[in-house]
């Protein structure tokens, strides 16, 4: 057992070893432009990438607006339910994002899409909604890319295709994002 573990996390340092620090940087930068616009933030994931997208923007939502002064406007597409279940139903599951930015996102918004295989249906039709809407597309996507590592503005590669290990290096990231703005390395 302690072989496998360690091998684990040997596995994991390398994974948050292989994350960009310039791509991170661009991606605070795009981040704190938005605020600064007073733009829109979408993002969303499905499985554990739609909890890390949760969680991120309950982070950048509460803990990086209290220290920027003014907050930032940010929401997760994979939080509602209803909103979920009524599209996918009347019109298809790989429409559940797309049609919410076609509500909601304006040109000149970010959209942030966590995803390990970087392929999901769902996934690519919203970032091929963004850019055809001029908004911008930031994706964090595990070892294989996928198709959002092609078509999105700005994406930090994972280099692993483990879900766990990949989800835990998007986490780090979106931490990173955020303790930048926490802790007034950005402001």
């Not at 996102?105 to 690519?124: C, E, I, Q, T």
Request: proline share 1%.
């Amino acid at each position: 057992m302690q072989h496998y573990l360690s091998a684990y996390l040997r596995q994991q340092k390398a994974a948050l070893d292989s994350i960009s620090v310039e791509q991170v940087e661009t991606i605070i930068r795009k981040f704190k432009k938005c605020w600064e616009e007073d733009r829109q933030v979408f993002v969303f994931g499905n499985g554990g990438s739609a909890s890390n997208a949760s969680h991120f923007v309950t982070d950048l939502g509460k803990s990086a607006s209290d220290r920027m002064g003014r907050r930032f406007r940010v929401s997760s597409l994979n939080e509602s339910i209803s909103w979920i279940t009524a599209l996918g139903n009347d019109y298809a599951y790989d429409e559940v994002y797309r049609m919410q930015l076609h509500n909601y996102a304006r040109p000149g918004d970010l959209v942030m899409m966590l995803s390990v295989s970087g392929s999901s249906p769902n996934l690519v039709k919203a970032a091929e909604w963004s850019r055809e809407n001029g908004v911008e597309t930031i994706a964090l996507v595990g070892g294989k890319g996928g198709t959002l590592a092609e078509i999105s503005d700005t994406v930090v590669r994972i280099a692993d295709t483990h879900y766990g290990r990949a989800e835990d290096a998007q986490m780090a990231i979106c931490h990173l994002i955020c303790y930048a703005f926490i802790e007034g390395e950005v402001g």
